[in-house]
C-alpha cells in the first residue's frame, strides 16, 4: 500500500494548467572536459543514488469516484532511460543557447502517467562543458519525507561515494478495485484520512469555483470592451511558452555592498531585484507613477535553533515585501528593503546563511522547491513576483566527479504572474535565474541586463567601484 497524497500536495496537481505547469527546475554547469562526465556517467549515478528518494519511482495513481485522496505507488514500467535524457547544443554553445532549450523545456508539464521528474544532460557547451536540467513537480518535493534528487547526487569531494544501487522490484500492481477498497477501510478507520479527503475535495472545489470566475471575466471583458487581463506590466494572463535569463555576479560584491551600507546579502539581493525591475521598467516607458512599489513574495528560512533536527520542508514561511521600484536612490530601495525585514528577523528569527548552507546533505534545489510551493500559497494575497534567494555551500561541489561551476533556479511562473527571480549564492558566486512568460515578457534580456546594472549602482553609490563579477569559466573566492 502506497502513501496516500495530502491534501497539501494534491492541491499543487490540481492547481496545475497548461499555461501554469507546477514544476521546479535547476540549471546546474559542470566541467566535463577531464572527467568525461555526461549522459552515461549521470544515469549511472541517478541509477546508484535513487534508492534514497524512492517517490521518484512512483507515480500518483487516483481512486475510483474520488472518494479518496491519490495514493503514491510504484511504477510498474519505471524506466530510467525515460527520465535521464539526452540533450546538446550545436558547438561551441553558449549561455543563450542553453538558456533558449532551457525555456523550452520547462514549458512542457510533465506526463501524470509516470513519476513526476525528469533530468537532461545538455551537452556541446563551451569549453566542453555539460549542462545538467532537472525538472520536478511541486507536489513530489516536500522537504520533509522528499528532497530533491540533487541532494543525493552531489558530493562535497571528487571522490564519487559508492552507495551502492539497490535490488528493486516495484510492488504488486493495485487494481481500480482495490484502490476504492483500501480508500473505504481507511476513511472509515482513520479520522486523519476522512479529514485530508475533506480538504482536498473542497480545496479542489474552491480552485474550480476560482477558475471559473476568471474565465467568467475575461469572457465579459472581451465582450464589452471594457478592462485588461494585464494589470500591470509584470501580470497577466499566461502563454504556454516561457524564457529564461540568467545573471552571475561575484558574492564579495554583494557583501561589500551590505558591509558599506549595512543590512544582509539578502537585502542587497533584494534591492538589486528592485533597482533591476525600475531599470528595465523605464527602457519599456512604462509610467512608474502607477508602478511605485512590486509586492513580492519572499520565502524566508525560520528553523530552530537545533537545525540539524528540523524539517526543512515546514521550517520555511513567506514574507510579504513591497519592492521601492519608484525610489531612484539605489542606497534608500537598499534601506527600505533591510527595514521590512528586521520585524521578520526579530518574530520568526530568521536563519543566518551560513547555517542554512551548513545543513549536512544541503542541496539549494530543495530549499528552492520548498520556496516556491510557499510562494503559490500566497498568491490570493496580492502578490505580483516571487523572488527565493538560497545561500548555498561557499566551496565546490561534484557529481560523479565533475566539479560543479555553476547553479541556477529555474522557477516557475504562478498563475497571472509574468516572472519569477530564483537567487542562488555558490562557491563565490550569486546566480540569478529569471524565468519570464515568453509573450508577456519579451525582452528577458534586457531585465537580466537592468539586475547586473542595479548591482553596479549600488557598488557605485557604495564607493566599491565598478563590479569584479566572474567573467571567465569559473571564478572562486574565498567566503
Same mark, same amino acid.
Given at each position: 500500500?502506497?502513501?496516500?497524497?495530502?491534501?497539501?500536495?494534491?492541491?499543487?496537481?490540481?492547481?496545475?494548467?497548461?499555461?501554469?505547469?507546477?514544476?521546479?527546475?535547476?540549471v546546474e554547469i559542470f566541467e566535463a572536459a577531464?572527467?568525461?562526465?555526461?549522459?552515461? #556517467?549521470?544515469? +549511472?549515478?541517478?541509477?546508484?543514488?535513487?534508492?534514497?528518494?524512492?517517490?521518484?519511482?512512483?507515480?500518483?495513481?487516483?481512486?475510483?469516484?474520488?472518494?479518496?485522496?491519490?495514493?503514491?505507488?510504484?511504477?510498474?514500467?519505471?524506466?530510467?532511460?525515460?527520465?535521464? =535524457?539526452?540533450?546538446?547544443?550545436?558547438?561551441?554553445?553558449?549561455?543563450?543557447?542553453?538558456?533558449?532549450?532551457?525555456?523550452?523545456?520547462?514549458?512542457?508539464?510533465?506526463?501524470?502517467?509516470?513519476?513526476?521528474?525528469?533530468?537532461?544532460?545538455? &551537452?556541446?557547451?563551451?569549453?566542453? =562543458?555539460? #549542462?545538467?536540467?532537472?525538472?520536478?513537480?511541486?507536489? !513530489?518535493?516536500?522537504? #520533509?519525507?522528499?528532497?530533491?534528487?540533487?541532494?543525493?547526487?552531489?558530493?562535497?569531494? /571528487?571522490?564519487?561515494?559508492?552507495?551502492?544501487?539497490? +535490488?528493486?522490484?516495484? &510492488?504488486?500492481?493495485?487494481?481500480?478495485?482495490?484502490? !476504492?477498497?483500501?480508500?473505504?477501510?481507511?476513511?472509515?478507520?482513520?479520522?486523519?484520512?476522512?479529514?485530508?479527503?475533506?480538504?482536498?475535495?473542497?480545496?479542489?472545489?474552491?480552485?474550480?469555483?476560482?477558475?471559473?470566475?476568471?474565465?467568467?471575466?475575461?469572457?465579459?471583458?472581451?465582450?464589452?470592451?471594457?478592462?485588461?487581463?494585464?494589470?500591470?506590466?509584470?501580470?497577466?494572463?499566461?502563454?504556454?511558452?516561457?524564457?529564461?535569463?540568467?545573471?552571475?555576479?561575484?558574492?564579495?560584491?554583494?557583501?561589500?555592498?551590505?558591509?558599506?551600507?549595512?543590512?544582509?546579502?539578502?537585502?542587497?539581493?533584494?534591492?538589486?531585484?528592485?533597482?533591476?525591475?525600475?531599470?528595465?521598467?523605464?527602457?519599456?516607458?512604462?509610467?512608474?507613477?502607477?508602478?511605485?512599489?512590486?509586492?513580492?513574495?519572499? /520565502?524566508?528560512?525560520?528553523?530552530?535553533?537545533?537545525?540539524?533536527?528540523?524539517?526543512?520542508?515546514?521550517?520555511?514561511?513567506?514574507?510579504?515585501?513591497?519592492?521601492?521600484?519608484?525610489?531612484?536612490?539605489?542606497?534608500? =530601495?537598499?534601506?527600505?528593503?533591510?527595514?521590512?525585514?528586521?520585524?521578520?528577523?526579530?518574530?520568526?528569527?530568521?536563519?543566518?546563511?551560513?547555517?542554512?548552507?551548513?545543513?549536512?546533505?544541503?542541496?539549494?534545489?530543495?530549499?528552492?522547491?520548498?520556496?516556491?510551493?510557499?510562494?503559490? &500559497?500566497?498568491?490570493? =494575497?496580492?502578490?505580483?513576483?516571487?523572488?527565493?534567494?538560497?545561500?548555498?555551500?561557499q566551496f565546490p561541489l561534484y557529481a560523479a566527479?565533475?566539479?560543479?561551476? +555553476?547553479?541556477?533556479?529555474? /522557477?516557475?511562473?504562478?498563475?497571472?504572474?509574468? !516572472?519569477?527571480?530564483?537567487?542562488?549564492?555558490?562557491?563565490?558566486?550569486?546566480?540569478?535565474?529569471?524565468?519570464?512568460?515568453?509573450?508577456?515578457?519579451?525582452?528577458?534580456?534586457?531585465?537580466?541586463?537592468?539586475?547586473?546594472?542595479?548591482?553596479? +549602482?549600488?557598488?557605485?553609490?557604495?564607493?566599491?567601484?565598478?563590479?569584479?563579477?566572474?567573467?571567465?569559466?569559473?571564478?572562486?573566492?574565498?567566503?
Amino acid at each position: 500500500m502506497g502513501e496516500r497524497l495530502r491534501a497539501k500536495d494534491l492541491a499543487f496537481l490540481t492547481a496545475e494548467t497548461p499555461t501554469a505547469p507546477r514544476h521546479n527546475a535547476t540549471v546546474e554547469i559542470f566541467e566535463a572536459a577531464s572527467t568525461g562526465f555526461g549522459h552515461d #556517467a549521470l544515469t +549511472e549515478l541517478v541509477g546508484d543514488r535513487i534508492a534514497f528518494v524512492p517517490r521518484y519511482r512512483q507515480r500518483v495513481r487516483h481512486v475510483p469516484g474520488r472518494l479518496a485522496n491519490p495514493v503514491w505507488l510504484d511504477d510498474p514500467h519505471f524506466d530510467l532511460a525515460y527520465h535521464v =535524457r539526452r540533450s546538446a547544443l550545436p558547438q561551441p554553445g553558449g549561455m543563450e543557447q542553453l538558456c533558449e532549450l532551457v525555456a523550452r523545456i520547462v514549458s512542457r508539464p510533465l506526463d501524470r502517467n509516470r513519476p513526476l521528474w525528469e533530468v537532461y544532460v545538455v &551537452e556541446g557547451l563551451q569549453g566542453g =562543458r555539460v #549542462a545538467v536540467l532537472t525538472k520536478a513537480h511541486q507536489a !513530489l518535493v516536500d522537504g #520533509a519525507q522528499v528532497v530533491d534528487l540533487a541532494q543525493v547526487l552531489l558530493d562535497r569531494t /571528487p571522490e564519487q561515494r559508492q552507495l551502492g544501487s539497490d +535490488e528493486w522490484r516495484a &510492488e504488486r500492481v493495485q487494481s481500480p478495485a482495490g484502490l !476504492l477498497a483500501d480508500a473505504v477501510r481507511e476513511t472509515m478507520g482513520s479520522p486523519r484520512t476522512a479529514v485530508e479527503t475533506m480538504r482536498g475535495a473542497a480545496g479542489a472545489a474552491r480552485r474550480d469555483a476560482e477558475l471559473l470566475t476568471r474565465r467568467v471575466g475575461a469572457v465579459a471583458a472581451l465582450l464589452t470592451g471594457r478592462g485588461s487581463d494585464r494589470d500591470s506590466p509584470i501580470t497577466g494572463s499566461l502563454s504556454h511558452q516561457r524564457r529564461f535569463v540568467t545573471v552571475r555576479r561575484g558574492l564579495a560584491e554583494h557583501r561589500a555592498v551590505r558591509d558599506a551600507q549595512g543590512g544582509t546579502v539578502n537585502d542587497v539581493v533584494l534591492a538589486t531585484v528592485a533597482g533591476g525591475l525600475r531599470g528595465w521598467l523605464m527602457t519599456r516607458s512604462e509610467s512608474l507613477a502607477g508602478v511605485r512599489r512590486v509586492r513580492a513574495v519572499v /520565502p524566508m528560512s525560520v528553523l530552530d535553533q537545533e537545525l540539524e533536527a528540523t524539517s526543512v520542508g515546514s521550517q520555511i514561511a513567506p514574507h510579504l515585501v513591497d519592492l521601492p521600484v519608484g525610489e531612484p536612490s539605489p542606497v534608500v =530601495r537598499l534601506h527600505q528593503v533591510s527595514h521590512s525585514f528586521l520585524a521578520h528577523q526579530e518574530i520568526r528569527r530568521a536563519v543566518a546563511a551560513n547555517r542554512i548552507a551548513g545543513v549536512p546533505g544541503f542541496a539549494p534545489s530543495t530549499f528552492h522547491a520548498i520556496g516556491s510551493r510557499v510562494a503559490a &500559497e500566497q498568491l490570493r =494575497r496580492g502578490i505580483q513576483l516571487s523572488v527565493t534567494n538560497v545561500p548555498g555551500p561557499q566551496f565546490p561541489l561534484y557529481a560523479a566527479g565533475a566539479v560543479m561551476e +555553476e547553479t541556477y533556479p529555474v /522557477p516557475p511562473l504562478l498563475p497571472g504572474l509574468a !516572472l519569477a527571480i530564483g537567487v542562488t549564492s555558490y562557491d563565490g558566486q550569486v546566480c540569478y535565474g529569471v524565468t519570464a512568460d515568453r509573450d508577456l515578457v519579451p525582452d528577458a534580456d534586457t531585465l537580466a541586463s537592468c539586475l547586473s546594472e542595479a548591482l553596479d +549602482e549600488l557598488l557605485d553609490a557604495s564607493g566599491e567601484g565598478r563590479p569584479r563579477a566572474p567573467r571567465g569559466r569559473r571564478t572562486r573566492s574565498t567566503p
